[in-house]
Each structure stands twice: as structure tokens, then as C-alpha cells.
């Protein structure tokens, strides 16, 4: 069987394995705080915490302005991305109304008199012989 030294140096070792860690933790602390729940939080000497605490207030200050400045950057670039929408909705619309309109078969219409043929020859024929009789009259004696 087990020695009575054996069972001794068990249990202080038990102890000292226990004890010494909590003593580490807690060592520079100047003021015990009670845990609600347990395994939560991180348990800090007052000088660092001071510290920790005057970062994070300052920190957060300089994070909340930076994320408010992103927020309105983001939100005018959303807008402005709307409004590009809306414009690129309508110009599509009205492309999609003229192609419609390019598409549809209209029916062939009468050109006007004087873009027809017999009309433009019978006036270079009128010209012709008014041109011919001038040139015969200016030239004869």
C-alpha cells in the first residue's frame, strides 16, 4: 500500500495546482470583483483596465466618426447608383420604342410630284430648249 509521504505529497501538490493559478490571476488586482457567470470576462489590474478603458473610449469615438463618414459615402454612392438605374431604365425604354417603331412596316408613301422622275426630266428638257433659245438668239446676227 500506499506510504503516508505518498498521500501527503499528493494532496499539497493537489493544492499548490489549484491555489497557484488563481493567485496568478489575481495578483496585482486592487479591488475583487464578483463574476456573475462564471468563465466571463477577463479579470485586469486597475491600472491596465484604466488604460484599456481610456483606449476603448477614444478608439470608439474615432471608429463611430470613420463608420458614420463610410455610412454617408455608401449611402451617396447608393443613390447616385439609383438614379443611374432610373436614367438607364428610361434611355432603354425609349431605345426599346424607336427599334419598335424601326420595326414596325409602315406603308409605302407617294414621293411628292416633284421627286419623280418625268417631273425633274421634263424640266431639264424645258431648260434644255429654253437654254438653246437664248444661246441661238444671243449668238445670230
Same mark, same amino acid.
Given at each position: 500500500?500506499?506510504?503516508?509521504?505518498?498521500?501527503?505529497?499528493?494532496?499539497?501538490? *493537489?493544492?499548490?495546482?489549484?491555489?497557484?493559478?488563481? +493567485? @496568478?490571476?489575481?495578483?496585482?488586482?486592487?479591488? =475583487?470583483?464578483? =463574476?456573475?457567470?462564471?468563465?466571463?470576462?477577463? *479579470? #485586469?489590474? *486597475?491600472?491596465?483596465? @484604466?488604460? +484599456? %478603458?481610456?483606449?476603448?473610449?477614444?478608439?470608439?469615438?474615432?471608429?463611430?466618426?470613420?463608420?458614420?463618414?463610410?455610412?454617408?459615402?455608401?449611402?451617396?454612392? *447608393?443613390? /447616385?447608383?439609383?438614379?443611374?438605374?432610373?436614367?438607364?431604365?428610361?434611355? !432603354? !425604354?425609349? #431605345?426599346?420604342?424607336?427599334?419598335?417603331?424601326?420595326?414596325?412596316?409602315?406603308?409605302?408613301?407617294?414621293?411628292?410630284?416633284?421627286?419623280?422622275?418625268?417631273?425633274?426630266?421634263?424640266?431639264?428638257?424645258? %431648260?434644255?430648249?429654253?437654254?438653246?433659245?437664248?444661246?441661238?438668239? /444671243?449668238?445670230?446676227?
Amino acid at each position: 500500500m500506499l506510504g503516508m509521504n505518498t498521500w501527503t505529497l499528493r494532496i499539497v501538490s *493537489l493544492v499548490l495546482v489549484t491555489a497557484l493559478p488563481s +493567485a @496568478a490571476v489575481a495578483e496585482g488586482c486592487k479591488r =475583487v470583483m464578483s =463574476v456573475s457567470t462564471p468563465c466571463v470576462g477577463t *479579470l #485586469l489590474p *486597475l491600472k491596465v483596465s @484604466a488604460s +484599456a %478603458l481610456k483606449c476603448l473610449k477614444t478608439c470608439k469615438k474615432e471608429a463611430e466618426a470613420r463608420a458614420a463618414h463610410a455610412k454617408k459615402i455608401s449611402d451617396a454612392k *447608393l443613390d /447616385a447608383s439609383y438614379k443611374l438605374l432610373a436614367l438607364e431604365k428610361g434611355h !432603354s !425604354s425609349k #431605345l426599346g420604342s424607336l427599334l419598335d417603331k424601326a420595326l414596325t412596316k409602315t406603308p409605302p408613301t407617294k414621293p411628292p410630284f416633284w421627286e419623280s422622275g418625268v417631273f425633274i426630266g421634263g424640266v431639264g428638257i424645258l %431648260l434644255g430648249v429654253g437654254i438653246s433659245v437664248l444661246y441661238e438668239r /444671243a449668238t445670230s446676227p
